[in-house]
T-cell receptor, first 119, second 113 residues
Framework: GAVVSQHPSWVICKSGTSVKIECRSL??????MFWYRQFPKQSLMLMAT?????????EQGVEKDKFLINHASLTLSTLTVTSAHPEDSSFYIC???????????????FGAGSRLTVL | GNSVTQMEGPVTLSEEAFLTINCTYTATGYPSLFWYVQYPGEGLQLLLKATKADDKGSNKGFEATYRKETTSFHLEKGSVQVSDSAVYFCALTPMDSSYKLIFGSGTRLLVRP
């Protein structure tokens, strides 16, 4: 089945540094990638939607310059948290979408998530 | 706008008890409805889905029926196991978006032996 590999699974960094999280679709081409943020014991908040080769569309309230999203290929999307601060500590989850040719259904597969802790 | 409301947790049950987690939604037309499960330390996994009214999604003993008249998609299981302990998210995809998922707040289920 469709698998999304997300790396790193956890990262600790100092305040002011930048952190990059990668999301790869291993056996399918993800035409669309979604990035979510999850606070402890809360639901997932959609941060942005990216389509391969174009700029990401950010949800209201999400800082574009803070959370840089690149979707350079159909198998790779990256989220870079720039100048991270403790309030950016969270669980970040990506998901990849594609249309299954045999069924015509839209399929969405989630990565395992990346836990970021900013000291 | 589109939104999903689910019952607050945590829900604590004994093994083999009956489970219901309520979910209602607000959306235009006929969204697709989903239940996702998140086990500790892991990402989300699709549990079941329904794409039109009166459809019943089922998987691993869990069921949910798409009720248009009550705008609900309640999750049920006849006999829970300790391994079912997780956080369950109800979600919808609006009619005008094939992929964009809108999640409920999640309900934590704890099953005791």
């Amino acid at each position: 089945g469709a698998v999304v590999s997300q790396h790193p699974s956890w990262v600790i960094c100092k305040s002011g540094t930048s952190v990059k999280i990668e999301c790869r679709s291993l056996d399918f081409q993800a035409t669309t990638m979604f990035w979510y943020r999850q606070f402890p014991k809360q639901s997932l908040m959609l941060m942005a939607t990216s389509n391969e080769g174009s700029k990401a569309t950010y949800e209201q309230g999400v800082e574009k310059d803070k959370f840089l999203i690149n979707h350079a290929s159909l198998t790779l999307s990256t989220l870079t948290v720039t100048s991270a601060h403790p309030e950016d500590s969270s669980f970040y989850i990506c998901s990849g979408g594609f249309r299954d040719r045999s069924s015509g259904a839209n399929v969405l597969t989630f990565g395992a998530g990346s836990r970021l802790t900013v000291l | 706008g589109n939104s999903v409301t689910q019952m607050e947790g945590p829900v604590t049950l004994s093994e083999e008890a009956f489970l219901t987690i309520n979910c209602t939604y607000t959306a235009t037309g006929y969204p697709s409805l989903f239940w996702y499960v998140q086990y500790p330390g892991e990402g989300l996994q699709l549990l079941l889905k329904a794409t039109k009214a009166d459809d019943k999604g089922s998987n691993k003993g869990f069921e949910a029926t798409y009720r248009k008249e009550t705008t609900s998609f309640h999750l049920e299981k006849g006999s829970v196991q300790v391994s079912d302990s997780a956080v369950y998210f109800c979600a919808l995809t609006p009619m005008d978006s094939s992929y964009k998922l809108i999640f409920g707040s999640g309900t934590r289920l704890l099953v005791r032996p």
